[in-house]
């Protein structure tokens, strides 16, 4: 028997924000000691009173925009309650009804072409604190990110597969850190997804029961968690057992999902509106100011690039993958169009050159950049382009360029890297290598042209590669003709 596979993803991404959600604390706490960024409100002290921030509110709308999404003009944020030992106030201040954006939608590669999984809402919620375990079976609690502003990002159950989970998940986080709403950061937690997954005989109507697999974080484990859940629900269905709505996590070191509880119901969370916090009233010109500060999209670069710049499929969607890589390409592009460079041949540095040297270094494109100033890809092609260098020292060039920051031109002057020219220092050597090779030459004279490859290759080989092959085998061939004449 077939089954119908049925996933939905639950994003949570911290909002990039200089301060909490509730609080004027700092929210980047990743190197700070235990519990020193907290305070009356984060700590849930009774009586200490929040205030939202403005800019989680702004970048969520942002976040909302770039998914396609309707930004509602009255959001309410509520209180979200349980207990856990990470959640000092015993409820989570997020949003039931009236979320902040609603609908929308995002384009990925799905299993059989192009699919758009439709969203749910997107809301703004707190973060929880902490727990550590330790050995002897104590738990410690760290409060410095109870209360860091969230997002949370609920797809419609229009997945199909783990591989389509994955790639939402991954295109997701491309449009986040592209439009500047968070690091992306998934080791840390910044950017965490909670799996919903069901399985129905074919032909059956209803979903079958769904089971959630909570706080994954990376693109491979979604996919892994995915695939063994659906195995496990597939055998329980064959072998008649019944499949019970329930969490899960994933164990990645056996590979396996673990139960964890049965499902709670949204009744079980008594939401109600946070009597502290008013409803929030967004006007059409606000909305107007966050979707004028939408950038253009990874989706719509990589088209342009491709219809602009004549770049493949393929190259416009490695140079559109992060946005700073994109708009150092443009900045390339620009400078180098005024040597007369192609923005094609500066694609072939970046996608090849450029990303081998990031490899190498470890470092991000926007800290390279730093040294490998764009221009200096248009200057290094252009010496190529007027035979001022081989294809083996304009690499060269570029990777010196590249470690030192400083411009090919005064690389390629200061370690000799130019091709010997016509004239001089070339026919000197071309005068030596006919003189040295009087068979080929007499092969040559008898009609043989084939025969110059042999002494262009010996030329090429006396200059260790450092001239222009065509500038010997005119050169040669010029000296060949003279020697005859005067013969
Ligand atoms: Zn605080
Ligand atoms: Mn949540």
Redesign the pocket.
């Known amino acids: 028997m077939d089954y119908l596979v049925t996933i939905g993803l639950e994003i949570h991404a911290q909002i990039l924000t200089r301060s909490?959600m509730?609080?004027?604390?700092s929210a980047d706490y990743a190197d700070a000691p235990p519990n020193t960024?907290?305070?009356?409100?984060?700590?849930g002290l009774p009586g200490a009173l929040p205030t939202p921030n403005r800019r989680a509110i702004e970048l969520a709308a942002l976040t909302g925009l770039a998914l396609n999404c309707r930004i509602s003009h009255t959001n309410v944020i509520s209180r979200k309650n349980y207990f856990y030992a990470d959640l000092p106030s015993g409820y989570q201040r997020s949003q039931y009804d009236d979320p902040l954006c609603v609908d929308g939608w995002v384009e990925i590669e799905g299993d059989s072409g192009p699919k758009r999984i439709r969203l749910t809402r997107v809301h703004i919620e707190e973060d929880t604190g902490k727990l550590i375990h330790t050995n002897d079976g104590g738990s410690l609690v760290d409060f410095n990110r109870a209360?860091v502003p969230l997002m949370e990002i609920v797809s419609k159950p229009d997945i199909s597969s783990p591989e389509e989970a994955r790639r939402y998940f991954q295109k997701l986080r491309q449009i986040l850190v592209w439009i500047g709403v968070n690091s992306g950061d998934m080791e840390s937690g910044a950017l965490r997804c909670d799996a919903n997954v069901s399985v129905r005989p074919a032909g059956q109507q209803e979903y079958g029961a769904k089971v959630e697999i909570k706080n994954i974080n990376s693109f491979r484990f979604v996919e892994r968690a995915l695939a063994y859940e659906i195995e496990r629900q597939i055998r329980a269905l064959k072998a008649g057992e019944p499949i019970v709505q329930s969490t899960r996590g994933w164990d990645e070191i056996s590979g396996t999902t673990v139960a964890q509880r049965t499902k709670e119901f949204a009744e079980d969370y008594r939401y109600f509106p946070e009597p502290d916090i008013p409803p929030l009233h967004l006007t059409d010109a606000w909305i107007d100011e966050r979707r004028a500060e939408l950038p253009e999209l990874p989706d719509a670069r990589r088209i342009r690039f491709i219809e602009e710049y004549g770049l493949t499929a393929y190259d416009a969607s490695v140079l559109t993958d992060e946005r700073t890589v994109s708009d150092y390409y443009e900045q390339a592009v620009a400078a180098a169009r005024t040597r007369g460079v192609t923005p094609k041949e500066v694609a072939n540095w970046l996608t090849g050159e450029f990303f081998r040297l990031l490899k190498e270094t470890g470092e991000s494109p926007a800290h390279a950049a730093q040294r490998m100033r764009p221009e200096y890809i248009g200057e290094v092609q252009e010496l190529l382009n007027n035979g001022v260098i081989t294809r083996t020292s304009a690499k060269e060039a570029f990777e010196a360029a590249f470690r030192e920051g400083r411009s090919p031109a005064v690389i390629v002057a200061e370690r000799g890297l130019a091709v010997i020219g016509a004239g001089d220092a070339l026919t000197d050597l071309v005068r030596q290598v006919i003189a040295g090779n009087p068979k080929v030459v007499e092969e040559y004279r008898r009609g043989k042209l084939t025969a110059i490859k042999y002494l262009i290759g010996q030329v090429m080989k006396a200059t260790r590669g450092q001239a222009n092959p065509q500038a010997v085998q005119q050169a040669l061939e010029q000296e060949l003709a003279r020697e005859q004449t005067a013969c």
Do not use: A, Q, S, T
């Open positions: 909490k509730f609080c004027g604390c960024h907290v305070c009356p409100v984060c700590m209360g």
